[in-house]
């Protein structure tokens, strides 16, 4: 029982991890800030439940005053486009980048 | 010093010392409330200075590109921050908080400041600053400052009564030997007229004039009477007692053969049942005072041609009269000095405050029984 149910979290994280990838990483790549990003909305919304719903409102409908990015940043690339992933994937994709990047599980 | 001004000295500064005490105890209350509050606002203000100082470190933490980051520690206190939603993010608390908002509080021995943040650097919208209460040590000087003012309040008072009432001591002390002087001359012609009454040979006198000389020996009788009880009371404090077997019975005798001039003017009939040989271990002077005080109480308050009767036996004396008595009120403040019911009666009112001296001293119980318009019974038992 108890194998089946690491053998169940292991396989899942590894999952999540990979779909992270595969709809996070194709476009963002190594190089994106996800580090810097999490800072950013840490600052600004301070719990998880408003960053994750920040995020997802932000993903959904990219606005210049949803962004959490400088102006001048955004006049020059612009802001992104809509999200294609459906809402059930995205809280899900929104779950694994917090749980890999927020600062509360970094402090010691 | 006299028993009275023991006392009002007594009142004067029970009520001196209760007053100034009360004033001093509200000033001292509202000092120490005073540096109470001071004490808890330079708290505050230090608690604030740490949590500037711990917004200050979160931001530098913030900031870092570090992998993990350290939360920030403090030597003089602990602190814990809180998410929007008032979450633990991290603390170093001893006892953890549960309530944001309040701002400044104490639990236990520990004083707690809460503030909110703006921008929530590692996530923190409130930060909670936990620092040992440092101590209030003024309770202990107060205490001791407390003591002295009392001290020098207690002698200041006591020489400001003294003060205040010294013209009234010595206007007392005038009396007082004016009173003395005066006992003093009235003996010798006190004596003389009674010992000369003494001398007189009734068979040279007609009806008449025998009559006249038995009022002088019974008006002399009385200001004799009143001559005892004067220096009794003068010198009752300077004289001990010289205690000795007495017969009460030839005593009790003798003093009703004393009174019984008094008694004929009146036309009191004296019953006495005297059990023979009754000894009593006291001051002859005092026993006297006593018996005479009693028997001319007697006498004195009893109606025209009434009963008195005179009971004695080993372990009571009783006096009981036919006199217009007293209520239950008159009784309870029988033994008051200068305390006189009836004011067409001679005397000082000085009568039972001998009584009461001299029972008390030898441990005899009085009982006084009396019927307003029927008479009075005093009762001494021992």
Known sequence: MVRTTIFIILFSSILGASSFEQNCLNCHGDDFKFNMMMKKYTLKYSSEKKIKKAIFEYLKNPTFEKSILPVGYLNRFGIKEKTSLDDKLLKEMIDVYYDKFNMNSKLY | ?382
């Open chain 2, 1 to 382: 010093m006299y028993k009275s001004e023991k006392q009002t000295i007594i009142y004067v500064l029970a009520l001196y010392l209760s007053s100034t005490l009360l004033l001093i105890a509200t000033l001292f209350t509202s000092y120490y409330f005073y540096k109470q509050e001071q004490l808890t606002h330079s708290e505050k203000e230090l608690l604030k200075e740490y949590s500037l100082t711990l917004e200050d470190k979160l931001l530098s933490v913030h900031e870092s590109s570090d992998e993990k980051y350290e939360y920030p520690r403090f030597k003089d206190f602990n602190s814990a921050i809180y998410d929007i939603d008032k979450n633990l993010i991290f603390s170093t608390l001893k006892t953890q908080v549960t309530d944001l908002d309040k701002e400044f509080f104490f639990i236990g021995s520990n004083s707690y400041y809460i503030s909110s943040l703006q921008p929530y650097y590692l996530g923190a919208a409130y930060t909670v600053i936990e620092k040992k209460t440092t101590p209030m040590n003024i309770l202990n000087e107060l205490v001791t400052l407390a003591i002295v003012v009392i001290i020098i309040t207690i002698i200041t008072s006591f020489f400001l009564v003294k003060l205040v009432l010294k013209p009234l001591r010595d206007n007392l002390r005038l009396l007082d030997n004016f009173i003395k002087d005066t006992t003093h001359e009235l003996n010798t012609p006190i004596t003389t007229i009674l010992a000369n009454i003494e001398t007189l040979d009734p068979q040279n006198c007609d009806e008449k004039s025998m009559k006249k000389l038995q009022r002088i020996k019974t008006a002399s009788t009385t200001v004799s009477n009143l001559y005892q009880d004067l220096v009794y009371l003068l010198l009752n404090h300077q004289v001990s007692s010289q205690n000795e077997e007495l017969n009460l019975s030839d005593m009790l005798n003798q003093r009703i053969h004393y009174f019984t001039h008094m008694a004929n003017i009146k036309k009191l009939n004296i019953h006495a049942e005297i059990e023979e040989n009754v000894y009593f271990n006291a001051d002859k002077q005092k026993i006297e005072r006593l018996i005479d005080n009693i028997l001319s109480n007697a006498i004195k308050y009893t109606d025209k041609e009434t009963n008195i009767n005179i009971t004695l036996t080993s372990t009571l004396l009783s006096v009981s009269d036919e006199g217009k008595g007293m209520s239950e009120d008159e009784i309870n403040k029988i033994f008051e000095r200068y305390r006189r019911f009836d004011k067409t009666q001679g005397g000082f009112g000085i009568g039972y405050d001998i009584i009461k001296s001299i029972i008390d001293e030898y441990d005899i119980k009085i009982d006084i029984k009396s019927v307003i318009n029927k008479g009075t019974k005093v009762i001494l038992t021992w």
